[in-house]
Every structure is written in structure tokens, then in C-alpha cells.
């Protein structure tokens, strides 16, 4: 019985990112981005927010967090670069590596982005009711707290 459910939750967790991605991420990012003057995509902004996050990074390590390879993660952060939005600092301790750090240009921009993602994920989920809204906040909140769990 166990085994069945464990193997059960597996497929299901699995399967609820791309959703994400597919219904929320993709859908809404897309028609945000087409109010900026900036020609960025949703990797791009991926980017910026691990590094939000995390703090100056190796390229290795936030293609890491994406999984992006290598190779286009020198094509994403060189964009990012020429546009002033982030900028590459040598590493402290190792004079030949290079981090990847947010310019407050690029700061700036991830904040009115997210302020429209924000307002327009509310838009969309304007159509639920009070109760279909709770039972996604309660779900999304037990699904956090696991996924906390298990790292």
C-alpha cells in the first residue's frame, strides 16, 4: 500500500512543475513582457531571479538551480550583460573565476515585473470562487512545507 502511494506521489510531483510552468509562468510572464522595452525572455528573467535570490553566483551555478547547460547559459548572461542588467565580478577568492552579480538596473526591472506577473496571476485567478481559492492557498502552502521537508 505504502509503495503504491509513494510511487503514486511521485508521478503526481513530478508532473506539477511543467503544469506550472505551461499554465502560470509561461501564460502570464508572456503577456507581461510584452509591456517592457527590454528584448528579454522568460530564461532571462529566470536568471535574474536566482541571482535576486541567491546573491552573486558562478554561471555554473545558476545553470545549475535552471538547468540550463553551459552553453546557454554563456549566450543568456552575455545578453544580460550588454543590456546592463547584470554584470560578471571577479570572484574574491579566485581571481580567474568570474560571478555573475544583479546591476540595480536589473533589480529595478525585476521589481516592476514582478508587480505585473503579481497583478495579473490575481487577474487570472479572479474566476475562482472564495473556496476553490482557499482550497489552492492550503494546498500550495502543504505542498510547500513538504517540499521543505525533503531537501
Known amino acids: 500500500?505504502?509503495?503504491?502511494?509513494?510511487?503514486?506521489?511521485?508521478?503526481?510531483?513530478?508532473?506539477?512543475?511543467?503544469?506550472?510552468?505551461?499554465?502560470?509562468?509561461?501564460?502570464?510572464?508572456?503577456?507581461?513582457?510584452?509591456?517592457?522595452?527590454v528584448d528579454i525572455k522568460l530564461p532571462h528573467f529566470e536568471i535574474m531571479h536566482v541571482l535576486k535570490e541567491e546573491g552573486t553566483l558562478h554561471p555554473a551555478e545558476i545553470g545549475e538551480k535552471l538547468l540550463i547547460a553551459k552553453a546557454q547559459m554563456t549566450y543568456l548572461i552575455d545578453k544580460l550583460v550588454d543590456l546592463n542588467l547584470v554584470e560578471r565580478e571577479m570572484d574574491s577568492a579566485d581571481r580567474r573565476t568570474l560571478n555573475i552579480a544583479l546591476t540595480d538596473k536589473g533589480r529595478k526591472l525585476l521589481d516592476e515585473q514582478d508587480d505585473l506577473i503579481i497583478n495579473a496571476v490575481r487577474d487570472n485567478m479572479a474566476s475562482l470562487t472564495d473556496e476553490e481559492l482557499e482550497t489552492l492557498l492550503s494546498s500550495l502552502r502543504n505542498l510547500r512545507d513538504t517540499l521543505f521537508k525533503l531537501q
Open 1 to 37: 500500500m505504502r509503495s503504491d502511494i509513494l510511487g503514486t506521489v511521485a508521478v503526481d510531483l513530478l508532473s506539477i512543475p511543467p503544469l506550472i510552468f505551461r499554465i502560470i509562468r509561461k501564460k502570464l510572464v508572456k503577456t507581461t513582457f510584452a509591456d517592457i522595452d
